[in-house]
């Protein structure tokens, strides 16, 4: 008799609280996980914790000499300096996210559980941006946090929305958008927060448009986010292969998976062979359907080279392990996605380059007091996210996490993490584009931006440590793609073999998360093991007439109903249905959602 799927998505209480029993002959069972970034790190937990598999037959294959994937944050022993590739922003309702964490101990609080510590630093120190956007040279947007969006363009979202994704493969955001919309706060807001380009991908801006609209009211001052106390290699990472290793898994380093051949017949698919070089030496791993294998396909942060204060970070780069093994992949079967659609033609307008930078006097903390408007060795949250520049020609922007950082940061240490979003342009004070510029280069332009008088900038830049990365694949999420180019977590009729990460496709969620991370680690280990017990659904927040009420009300400036500019018909229609409400419940909401 077949074996029914037990896989499925589950909401409320009922199911979250319960252990998962058993799952059949996981006894017989080990699994390969390709990479040790987030996902592959959750998978690992997942197939312990819920999956009840012995930690001593998980096998972690990673390229690098440390574990973490694109969540790293290191500090550079030659220049002295710490190194961040960049941070993620979390929320609330990340649901697999703070179920993993849930479970995982905290190396600060061993007593407390890394949801724990993370839920009471958040309670105690709220993120609360007071500068959001600032132009001419550290003056803040005056708009009071309007999104200045026109009716047509609040129109074009509402389309997006209705938009079934079939309909939108292969299509930008610019192809959807009218000047209009490009022109408002809302977009400023939304692309410096997420990352999107106009060329960007307009089905992934609908997911994100409906997996976030919870947010429209919170854009100007980013009050909905989370973050570590410490950066997120430390709180999140570390505590995660701190579990894994006392359960017994074995990490593998310096070991470059090749490709993994799959035997395919109508019915099934099974992975056989792992062919990989591991610290120089080629090896073969024979595999049985009882091997399950995990690969985290593609990397944004694949062939990343760094610069120091004097020299640019190098832009040539080999294509990358992690790509090439997905190119090897999916030459075997088309359910396996098309690489070349993220890796491939990248446009040039791109972020490309961000920069940590280390200060160790405190020369800028006055510009960072007067801009936003909180004292940066204070202990509190300073920036909560991204303080866009808007007229900065490489829409330049930066982030001031909680000092220290690091837990072995010093005193009189501060850092700041940079980046731009059009780094092919040349900057309004160095004239040169972000890949071509040294450390001391991009720090001299944000210090400009900051509003440092420019007879300062230069020292304060050569006393800083700042430290370049070029990272040719970190939007490559955002690529437009139809439907089919990322492969599903567990391909069709695959019995061991599943994608991992923001490259694999499920239903629903917005790549460049944890969550997404997390929640494709999840969905393929309860399935490759038949775990009885459910994946947290995506939050449903476009399916709350709540949040869409107060959406509406945000996304048109805090106007009522009866207050928008619209043709004339549209206001009749708005008029009768007003009349017709009146004193129901749809009344008593739309009161207060202060539509009316």
């Known amino acids: 008799m077949k074996e029914v799927c037990l896989m499925h998505y589950s909401n409320g209480n009922y199911e979250a609280f319960i252990n998962a029993e058993k799952p059949k002959d996981v006894d017989n069972k080990s699994a390969y996980i390709v990479g040790s970034g987030l996902a592959a790190l959750a998978a690992a937990v997942f197939l312990i914790r819920d999956g009840h598999m012995k930690g001593d037959r998980i096998h972690v294959l990673e390229e690098l000499a440390l574990p973490g994937g694109s969540m790293d944050a290191i500090y550079n022993v030659a220049d002295q300096a710490y190194v961040m590739r960049g941070g993620r922003e979390m929320e609330p309702h990340f649901e697999t996210l703070w179920d993993l964490f849930r479970s995982i101990p905290s190396l600060d609080y061993p007593d407390q559980s890394v949801l724990d510590e993370f839920y009471r630093e958040n309670r105690k120190d709220p993120c609360y941006s007071k500068t959001r956007v600032i132009e001419n040279r550290g003056q803040e947007l005056p708009t009071d946090g309007d999104l200045l969006l026109s009716p047509k363009a609040v129109k074009e979202i509402l389309n997006l929305v209705m938009t079934p994704e ?133 990397s944004i942060t694949e062939s990343t080279t ?75 949250i300073v920036t909560s996210g991204p303080t866009t520049i808007k007229d900065s020609n490489w829409l330049l ?52 931006h900051m509003g440092v008088p420019e007879s300062e900038i230069k020292k304060m830049a050569i006393d800083a440590t700042t430290i370049p990365n070029h990272m040719p694949y970190i939007t490559s999420y955002f690529m437009p793609r139809a439907l089919g180019d990322r492969p599903k977590v567990v391909p069709k009729n695959s019995k061991n073999l599943a ?62 109903l009866t207050e928008l500019n619209l043709p004339l018909p549209e206001k009749l229609m708005v008029k009768e249905g007003l009349k017709k409400v009146k004193g129901t419940y749809v009344e008593e909401l739309l009161k207060k959602y202060k539509l009316i």
């Not at 969620?509 to 309860?526: L, N, Q």
Request: proline share 4%; net charge negative.
């Open 306 to 380: 760094y610069g120091d204060n004097t020299h640019p970070a190098e832009q040539k780069h080999e294509l990358g392990p992690s790509w090439q093994l997905w190119k090897n992949l999916a030459a075997q079967d088309e359910d396996f996605g098309h690489p070349e659609k993220f890796c491939e033609n990248i446009p040039a307008a791109n972020w490309v380059i961000s920069a940590t930078v280390t200060f160790t006097n405190d020369d800028i903390v006055p510009y960072i007091e007067k801009v936003n408007k909180k004292d940066p060795h204070s202990g509190s």
């Open 499 to 560: 994608f991992i990460g923001n490259f694999a496709e499920t239903e629903r969620d917005t790549v460049f998360t944890t969550e997404y991370s997390v929640r494709t680690a999840m969905e393929a280990v309860y399935t490759l093991l038949n775990v009885d017990r459910g994946v947290p659904e995506v939050f449903a927040s476009a399916f709350d007439v709540r949040m869409l009420m107060n959406a509406m009300y945000y996304l048109n400036d805090r106007k009522k």
């Open 166 to 298: 079939k309909d939108l493969q292969d299509k930008k955001i610019n192809e959807v958008f009218d000047d209009e919309f490009f022109k408002s706060n809302f977009w400023l807001y939304w692309q410096t927060m997420f990352a999107f380009m106009p060329w960007a991908s307009a089905m992934e801006m609908r997911r994100y448009l409906m997996r976030f609209v919870q947010h429209v009211a919170t854009l100007k001052n980013l009050s909905s986010l989370r973050f570590t106390k410490y950066n997120q290699y430390e709180d999140l990472i570390m505590p995660l292969i701190s579990y894994l290793k006392k359960h017994g898994v074995k990490f593998h380093y310096d070991t470059i998976v090749d490709n993994i051949i799959v035997n395919r017949t109508e019915d099934e698919k099974v992975a056989t062979e792992i062919k990989m070089t591991e610290k120089g030496e080629p090896k073969v791993i024979k595999l049985t359907p009882n091997d399950l294998v995990f690969v985290t396909n593609g």
């Open 397 to 448: 922007g930066y982030s001031i996490s909680r000092q220290p950082q690091f837990h072995k940061q010093k005193p009189n240490e501060l850092i700041v993490w940079l980046y731009g979003l059009y780094s092919n342009t040349k900057g309004n004070y160095v004239k040169k584009t972000m890949p071509e510029c040294d450390g001391i280069e991009l720090c001299e332009e944000w210090l400009y």
